[in-house]
């Protein structure tokens, strides 16, 4: 997992001093006992950290260098995600307790954030039977409901609308958010020009579906088995928090289940989806091009940030489905 790091271009360690600074000015101490680099880490680098006399647990996550890389929507992910456990807690949805983010660059060239260390089981990992894992989906479906029920003013990404700058429409909003990425994805020959104009125009020619869309619901983007934490009580498993709410958006609350990354039979019923309305033509259709933009996300991402050749090419095969 550790050579998987190695090979993202956003990924980069810091050094033991670089960790005492971090810690000196924001926990008082520069007493680390230890440091375990956690796996996975494409976009961020993250450690565990046991620090001072008493031990205390930390998680220490580092942002992305090479930030010219960055999808247009990944350049303020750490002050969006502050934002969006304010919220989360405010409604009693369970997420991590941020102790320090510190976008300043003071310290290292980088953006940080300290949370606390939560005594969990990722429920990925966490190699649980089918049905016990029905109990876990169906809740997940509940908290979602709840995270849909978080309303706002304007679409677009979390940081743009905390200064004002999101979109009055949804459709304008995922206009742009689909333009920056194909872009993006053209200047790093993901795709080429003449892919991309072809792409953009699948969602210009279907905006009267997209305008349908009129209230901004907070949608996580990013809700499957790897952003859930679990705890253990007494003999059973629950969710202790959903973690990664930096991508979150605010926006159509069916682009939360175009994913189908854990969106299931127990975990619709958590949420007590009207499954006539779910699955009408209009919004599976809509769904339809949610599933694109996350493809088109995928394709870059494994392109020009994570040097995924495979990852690349799979994307890149799942979005030419759509153009023939």
Known sequence: MKQ???ESSL?????????????????????????RLMEGGLFNTTYQLVCGPDNKK??????????????????????AEAHVYELFESH????????????????????????????????LKAGLPEEEKKSLHKEAGRLAAVMHSITSRQFGCIYDCMHDRGFTSWYAFLHHYVSDILERS??????????????????????????KITLPCLVHTDLWEGNLLLKMNKDSWSLAAIIDGDRAIWGDPDFEMASGWMITDSFLEGYQIDKAAYLSPER?????????????????V???????????????????????
């Open 4 to 6: 998987m790091n190695t």
């Open 92 to 123: 009693d949805i369970p997420c991590p307790r941020i102790l320090v983010t510190d976008t300043t660059h003071s310290l290292l060239g980088r953006d940080f954030m300290l949370t606390e260390y939560l005594d969990s089981t990722v429920l």
């Open 186 to 211: 053209v200047n790093h020959n993901a795709f080429t020009r003449q892919e991309a104009d072809a792409i953009l125009s699948l969602f210009s020619e279907n905006k009267p579906l997209f305008d």
């Open 11 to 35: 990924f980069r360690e810091i050094t033991p001093e670089d960790m005492k600074r971090i810690t000196s000015r924001h926990l008082n101490t520069r007493d680390i006992r230890e440091a």
């Open 284 to 300: 599976t259709e809509r769904r339809k091009y949610y599933n694109l933009v996350y493809d088109l996300i995928d394709t870059y």
């Open 302 to 324: 494994g392109k020009a940030e994570y040097n995924q050749a495979e990852q690349y090419k799979n994307g890149y095969n799942r979005v030419l489905h759509y153009l023939f």
């Open 58 to 79: 930390v998680i220490l996550r580092l942002g992305p260098v090479n930030r010219h890389l960055l999808l247009g929507f990944e350049e303020h992910l750490m002050e």
